[in-house]
C-alpha cells in the first residue's frame, strides 16, 4: 500500500506526541514541519527525522503536495491555517479547540463543507482505551438497558502553583477562560461519546489560583436528552493521590438499572452488579506516549478513515455540538441560569 504523505504545522508542548505517534503508523510518512520560528521547525525534524523544515505554511503545502495536514497550534491560528489547506485540497486533522469562538468555528465547519476537504478534529480523549472499552461494556448493557447517571471527578494538581503550569504550558495562565475551554470540552465530547446528546448544562466555575486569570474549578451538571444526568466536578487545583493524575484525567461512575461502572485513575475498570460484589474487568492498555496512547488511536482512526472514506468519529461538522456545550457552561456560569442547548 502506497504511504501518504503528511505535514504538519506546530512545534509546541503537544506537538511531541502527534510526531511520535506518526512515526510509528505504518504508510505514513511526515515528510516536512512549519513553524514561524524555522529552528523550531528544524529542532523537530531532527527529533522525529522528519526531511524538511520550513518557515512557511503555504510554501510547506505548495512545495510538498501532501496528502494531508496536521495543524497542532493555538485554537486562534487554526482558520487561517484551515482556509490555506482547503485552498491547496489537503485534508486536515486539528487540533481542538477548534477555534476560539462558536461562530468562527460554524464558519470554519461551513467552508469545509462547501469544500471537497475532508478534515478532522484531533479530540483524543474519546480514544482513551477506557472509554472505547466503557463504551463496548455500555452497549452490550452489562449494568442494564437504563441509564442513570455519569460523574467524573478530575484533580490535576498543577495549577496551584505561583508558575502555574510550570514550564509545560505556562500560557495557561494568560487564558480568559481555562478549564472547560482547554480541558474541560474534552470530557463534554467523552459524555456525549458514552451517553449521548445534551439538553441542557447548569454550571459554577471559579478561580482559585489568584495567579492566573481563567477557571481553574468547574462545577457542571448536564442533562441528557435520553434522561441521564451527569456532573463534572473538576479543578486543575488540588492534588490527586494517583501516581499518574494525568493518565485518564479522572475517575468516572456510570449508573444503571443493573449496577455501576467504575474507571479509576490507575485506567482500572471494575463492574459491581447489584446484589454483587464489585469485580476488575480486565482488558488490555499501554502506557505510552499520551493517556493510554490515545494519540495514536486517534491519528490512526483519522488515516483509516481517509483511506475508505468512512465518517470522521470527530468531524468538524459534528464536533460543533461540543463546542455549542461548551458555549452554554459559560453563559450558565454568567447568568447563573440552566441552558438548553439547541
Sequence with gaps: MEKLRGVAVGTGYFSQFQYEAWNRLENVDIVAVSSR???????????????KAYDDFETMLISEKPDFVDIITPPETHTDFCRIAIKHGVAIICQKPLAP???????????????????????????QPWHREIKKLLNQNIIGHKLHT??????????????????????????????????GVHFIDVFRYLIGDISQVYSKLKTL???????????????????????????RFNENTADDPRL??????IEGNKGTIRLFDDGTITIQLLGEKETKHD????????????VYNTQKHFIDCLRSGAPFETDVQAYLDNIMVQEAIYESNETGLPIKIN
Excluded at 520560528?37 to 531532527?46: D, T
Excluded at 485518564?248 to 461512575?253: E, H, K, L, V
Excluded at 482488558?283 to 490515545?294: R, T, V
Design 248 to 253: 485518564t484525567f479522572g475517575g468516572i461512575w
Design 37 to 51: 520560528r524555522l529552528e523550531k521547525a528544524e529542532a523537530i525534524c531532527k527529533q522525529f527525522n522528519i526531511l
Design 283 to 294: 482488558y488490555p492498555f499501554e502506557k505510552i506516549n499520551f493517556a493510554g496512547d490515545c
Design 101 to 127: 469562538t462558536y461562530e468562527e468555528s460554524m464558519a470554519l465547519a461551513k467552508a469545509i463543507k462547501n469544500s471537497h476537504v475532508r478534515m478532522m478534529v484531533h479530540e483524543n480523549f474519546r480514544f
Design 209 to 235: 489560583n489568584s495567579n492566573i486569570k481563567g477557571e481553574d474549578f468547574a462545577w457542571v451538571n448536564f442533562e441528557f436528552k435520553n434522561g441521564v444526568l451527569g456532573f463534572l466536578d473538576a479543578n
Design 150 to 183: 455519569i460523574n467524573l471527578r478530575m484533580r490535576m494538581g498543577d495549577g496551584w502553583q505561583e508558575d502555574a503550569y510550570m514550564n509545560r504550558q505556562p500560557y495557561f495562565r494568560e487564558m480568559p477562560q481555562l478549564l472547560i475551554y482547554e480541558t
